[in-house]
């Protein structure tokens, strides 16, 4: 028997399978057809038999089935809309974990060289265990009505830092 009567034969009785399978798998019935061909195609000689081929089709479907469901698991369909953040490229969450850490790093290391109570005052509202206005006042010694103020001194001072550090203009307008 050829290939092309095999195929002419089968194609009813695959269709019919793909289509009852693939709807649970949520894929198209057409998708699953051309991959269990594909499967069943690259061993033909197993389905010249005509005792169990309906049984090897079955059982050829429901494979393609179940390792497209293990791929969907592991595939995570892309969306360019979304991809991309409005700022650039997307990192992974390792590259992203580190960049946090650092940005982290270098706000406290620029809180540490601000002049007079923010040092203090600063460190406490970045701290990781939250402390109350009333805690901090207490902490730094000063009421905690002036704690507002004094906060948004600090802030002012900081972001003057910052904005101090970051890449100014050069000569021509050309970053540095």
Excluded: K
Aim: hydrophobic share 40%; proline share 6%.
């Amino acid at each position: 028997m050829t290939s092309n009567d095999l195929l002419t034969r089968l194609r009813p009785l695959l269709a019919a399978e793909c289509a009852a399978e693939a709807h649970a798998a949520g894929m198209e019935a057409a998708d699953l057809e051309q991959a269990v061909w594909l499967r069943l195609l690259s061993g033909a000689g197993a389905l010249s038999r005509t005792a169990d081929t309906a049984l090897r089709i079955r059982a050829a479907v429901r494979a393609e089935t179940r390792a497209w469901r293990r791929r969907a698991r592991r595939e995570v369909p892309y969306d360019p809309v979304a991809a991309e953040p409005p700022g650039g490229r997307l990192e992974s969450g390792v590259e992203q974990a580190v960049l946090t850490a650092e940005t982290g790093r270098q706000v406290r290391a620029a809180v540490r060289r601000l002049p007079g109570r923010c040092p203090g005052l600063l460190s406490a509202l970045l701290s990781s265990r939250d402390p109350t206005y009333r805690e901090i006042a207490g902490e730094l010694g000063i009421s905690q009505g002036s704690l507002g103020p004094v906060r948004s001194r600090c802030l002012g001072c900081l972001r003057r830092m910052l904005m101090a550090e970051i890449a100014a203009p050069g000569r021509g307008g050309e970053e540095r």
